[in-house]
């Protein structure tokens, strides 16, 4: 498998304010990671698809300039929430993609926006 | 689009029981992943599944994909305490995309 980090775990921020999440691969060079967002009782929704070297792919419904992505190398991509606001609030996950479609998770990072 | 139906929504069991979950679709995928989830954590890989009508076995979990590689079924056998979580299957686009398309979960309590 591959292990993956995010850091911050968690955070709190205020309205306005931008945060960045990052996700390293620490075993595994990802050239894909993918980046998901979790609301309480529910499954993951996938936000984007980041590609190492090249622009991140969003899903439809995703605002590319307020959640700005980052893959600058094969271990590290970065979520940045631009102006964020309560209704942000989430749990942020990413993932790294082995060879055979079986994507590995990071711990997630909780973001909270007062 | 493809769709991935996952039932039973919840689940509260006893311990010592039995439990299935399903995870349905109309759709073929050329691989399907069971994942489980604990509160705060991210989603941990259990198994992938590639062949139509394959089984595989992780201790007390039982997997299964359907011959036509459209469905799949989770059995836990003699439930624990320590099952308890949230139950996500995701299938890979047959058509070649990375994407992986996530079922709504299986909420599972097994109560001592």
């Known amino acids: 498998g591959a292990v993956v980090s995010q850091h911050p775990s968690w955070v709190i921020c205020k309205s306005g304010t931008s945060v960045k999440i990052e996700c390293r691969s620490l075993?595994?060079?990802?050239?894909?990671m993918f980046w998901y967002r979790q609301f309480p009782k529910q499954s993951l929704m996938l936000m984007a698809t980041?590609?190492?070297?090249?622009?991140?792919?969003?899903e439809q419904g995703v605002e590319k300039d307020k959640f700005l992505i980052n893959h600058a190398s094969l271990t590290l991509s970065t979520l940045t929430v631009t102006s964020a606001h309560p209704e942000d609030s989430s749990f942020y996950i990413c993932?790294?993609?082995?060879?055979?479609?079986?994507?590995?998770f990071g711990p997630g990072t909780r973001l909270t926006v007062l | 689009t493809q769709l991935l139906e996952q039932s039973p929504q919840f689940l509260s069991i006893q311990e010592g029981e039995n439990l299935t979950v399903y995870c349905n679709s109309s759709?073929?995928?050329?691989?399907l992943q069971w994942y489980r989830q604990e509160p705060g954590e991210g989603p941990v890989l259990l198994v992938t599944?590639?062949?139509?009508?394959e089984v595989k076995k992780l201790k007390r979990l039982t997997f299964q994909f359907g011959d036509a590689r459209k469905d799949s079924s989770l059995h836990i056998t003699a439930a624990q305490p320590g099952d308890t979580g949230l139950y996500l299957c995701?299938?890979?686009?047959?058509?070649?995309?990375?994407?992986?398309?996530f079922g709504k979960g299986t909420k599972l309590t097994v109560n001592p």
């Open positions: 993932s790294v993609q082995l060879a055979t479609d079986t994507q590995y």
């Open positions: 075993d595994f060079q990802a050239t894909t």
């Open positions: 980041s590609n190492e070297g090249s622009k991140a792919t969003y």
């Open positions: 759709s073929v995928f050329s691989s």
């Open positions: 599944v590639v062949t139509g009508g």
């Open positions: 995701a299938g890979a686009n047959q058509g070649g995309s990375e994407k992986l398309v």
